[in-house]
C-alpha cells in the first residue's frame, strides 16, 4: 500500500478555483491509479474523478466534467486535481485514494488520505 497525503483545499467564492495535490510515498506509486472522492455533510462519499497509472486514461463524473481535470507527475509522486468554476455545491472534504485499477466505488480502493475541507461560499 501507499501513504497519501492531500492538501490544498480551502474556501473559496463561487467561479473561482482551487488545485488539490495527493502526495503519495512509496516507490511503487507509479503503479497504481488514483481516484479523488468527496463526501458533504450526510451524504455518502461520491466518485469526482480517477486517473490511470500512466496518466493516459481519467475518468469525471458527470457532475464535475468540464470543470474539474486530473492529472498526475509520477517522477513528483503526486496527483493533482485543478477544480474550476467551483459551485457551493462542490462543496466537501475531498479524499484521494489509491488501488490497482479505476473505479468509482470507493470501496474498491485501500488506500485513503486524510482529506482536505473545500468550501465553496456562494
Known amino acids: 500500500q501507499v501513504q497519501l497525503v492531500e492538501s490544498g483545499g480551502g474556501l473559496v467564492q463561487a467561479g473561482g478555483s482551487l488545485r488539490l495535490s495527493c502526495a503519495a510515498s512509496g516507490r511503487t506509486f507509479s503503479s497504481y491509479a488514483v481516484g479523488w472522492f468527496r463526501q458533504a455533510p450526510g451524504k455518502e462519499r461520491e466518485f469526482v474523478a480517477g486517473i490511470s497509472w500512466s496518466g493516459g486514461t481519467t475518468y469525471y463524473a458527470d457532475s464535475v466534467k468540464g470543470r474539474f481535470t486530473i492529472s498526475r507527475d509520477n517522477a513528483k509522486n503526486t496527483v493533482y486535481l485543478q477544480m474550476n468554476s467551483l459551485k457551493p455545491e462542490d462543496t466537501a472534504v475531498y479524499y484521494c485514494?489509491?488501488?490497482?485499477?479505476?473505479?468509482?466505488?470507493?470501496?474498491?480502493?485501500?488506500?485513503w488520505g486524510q482529506g482536505t475541507q473545500v468550501t465553496v461560499s456562494s
Open positions: 485514494a489509491a488501488t490497482f485499477g479505476i473505479y468509482s466505488d470507493y470501496r474498491n480502493y485501500g488506500s
